[in-house]
């Protein structure tokens, strides 16, 4: 299994490959943090300045996100953070789902490699990338275990900047993850499948675009959109 190190320096070195993110950003994100972090944040994607500096959550949305973080006493350096894809797509549109699938071999790396008792999702791309048929209006703030994995869905922070009611809503949220992660240490042991779903899952068992391999899903996992519960896991 690759260290967190080894994945950031595949994705900083990463070149050539046709996607359109990748071939015009000025650094590629790969994300930081603890090797050991208890809680993963996932986002959807880096905006301006995470590609200036490479770094991930690093402009007007990371300031609000240092601030939910430390609410619940915690710091960056505490938890991992990282993005559904690692470059910015130009004009920070949103990300097709072929440079999803394409970012997904990494991502799930990380995952993988970090072993986070709970994932904290911000936003619907990265939420629509591991549970499928929910809306983050209707479950945000709620805890979902889907193929032993804790997800806890919130808003994106960068959605508070545009919406200050959702400012609230955001710390308040981040308020019971204490709880959430309690709960989820104390849940039996079960095997985790880190999996995506939706568009980015079916590319996944093809071959990408630009003729790089990806990492295959399984006829399972791309079909299956009926796991996760609506009802909040605790």
Not at 69 to 76: D, H, N, Y
Not at 85 to 95: E, L, S, Y
Not at 221 to 228: D, F, G, I, L, V
Request: aromatic share 6%; net charge neutral; with cysteine.
């Amino acid at each position: 299994m690759k260290t967190l190190d080894q994945i950031a320096e595949e994705i900083r070195a990463h070149k050539g490959c046709g996607f359109e993110p990748c071939e015009t950003c000025t650094n590629e994100v790969p994300g930081e943090g603890n090797s050991n972090a208890d809680i993963m944040l996932i986002g959807e994607g880096p905006g301006k300045n995470e590609d200036l500096q490479g770094r991930p959550f690093v402009g007007a949305a990371g300031k609000l996100l240092d601030e939910l973080i430390e609410s619940i006493g915690l710091k960056r350096e505490d938890v991992f953070i990282g993005n559904v894809v690692k470059a910015r797509p130009p004009g920070n549109r949103d990300p097709k789902p072929e440079e999803i699938a394409h970012s997904w071999p990494w991502l799930r790396n990380q995952v993988a490699a970090i072993k986070p008792q709970v994932i904290v999702l911000l936003g619907r791309h990265a939420m629509d990338l591991f549970l499928p048929d929910l809306r983050i209006s209707a479950v945000h703030g709620q805890a979902k275990r889907y193929r032993g994995q804790v997800y806890y869905p919130v808003y994106h922070p960068a959605a508070a900047l545009y919406n200050g009611s959702l400012r609230q809503t955001l710390l308040d949220d981040f308020a019971k993850l204490p709880k959430v992660l309690e709960k989820a240490k104390a849940l039996p042991e079960t095997e985790v499948a880190i999996e995506p779903v939706g568009p980015a899952a079916e590319l996944l068992t093809k071959k990408s675009p630009a003729k790089e391999p990806v990492a295959a899903a399984s006829a399972q996992t791309a079909k299956s959109t009926t796991e996760p519960q609506q009802k909040p896991l605790f």
